[in-house]
């Protein structure tokens, strides 16, 4: 078992103890609580910045990003909903719970959430990813790696496991677009 889905179980773990009908705990592999504290984006996140809201599907919108470590701070989260700011611009958003996302709010805001970000990550990737990733859209040519620090996780509705050589990511409530690897994992198909 890889080391991220090591700190995903664990995770996974922590939220179901969390059974409370108010506010709930997010913390991170760790156990640390992020709640009232600054955090760094996972992967580019792309809110609809006219409704100040980004799903825990994270639809592929074209027009907004908050890109890869940026610093956010977290305030409150209840099962449907985590409130951040991003500490850049001062915007406040609602990270709502999709229920295609196939998981608990708090397993999905730990994987976009964390108390650290490794910036330098990026640098050690290919071109490919790091032009995708700057841009904030998966591309042929890219790694899984690359396409989860663009993009962020695919739905587990359509996509339930990383393993898989097929991903679905939605790019708003009504289309989606299917990215295909080869064996190697790297992006040999959109279908958008």
């Not at 997010?26 to 504290?37: E, N, P, R, V």
């Not at 990733?133 to 339930?160: E, F, H, W």
Request: charged share 25%; glycine share 8%; proline share 4%.
């Amino acid at each position: 078992m890889t080391t991220l889905l090591k700190k995903i179980a664990l995770i996974g773990v922590v939220a179901g103890l969390s059974a409370c009908a108010g506010n709930v705990p997010l913390t991170d592999a760790s156990g640390q609580d992020l709640i009232g504290k600054k955090a760094y984006a996972q992967f580019n996140l792309h809110p609809d910045r006219a409704r100040n809201r980004l799903y825990t599907v994270n639809y592929q919108l074209p027009d907004a990003m908050i890109p890869y470590c940026a610093e956010v701070e977290l305030h409150e989260m209840n099962r449907k909903v985590l409130v951040f700011t991003e500490v850049k611009t001062g915007r406040k958003f609602q990270y709502i719970l999709h229920k295609a996302t196939g998981e608990p709010i708090q397993v999905s805001a730990a994987k976009t959430f964390a108390n650290s970000c490794d910036a330098d990550k990026v640098k050690k990737m290919s071109k490919k990813d790091q032009e995708g990733i700057k841009r904030g859209r998966i591309s042929v040519g890219m790694t899984k790696d690359g396409v989860l620090l663009a993009a962020g996780y695919p739905p587990g509705n359509r996509t339930p496991s990383l393993d898989y050589d097929q991903w679905t990511f939605w790019k708003n409530r009504w289309d989606t677009m299917i990215v295909e690897f080869n064996e190697k994992g790297v992006v040999t198909k959109i279908i958008d």
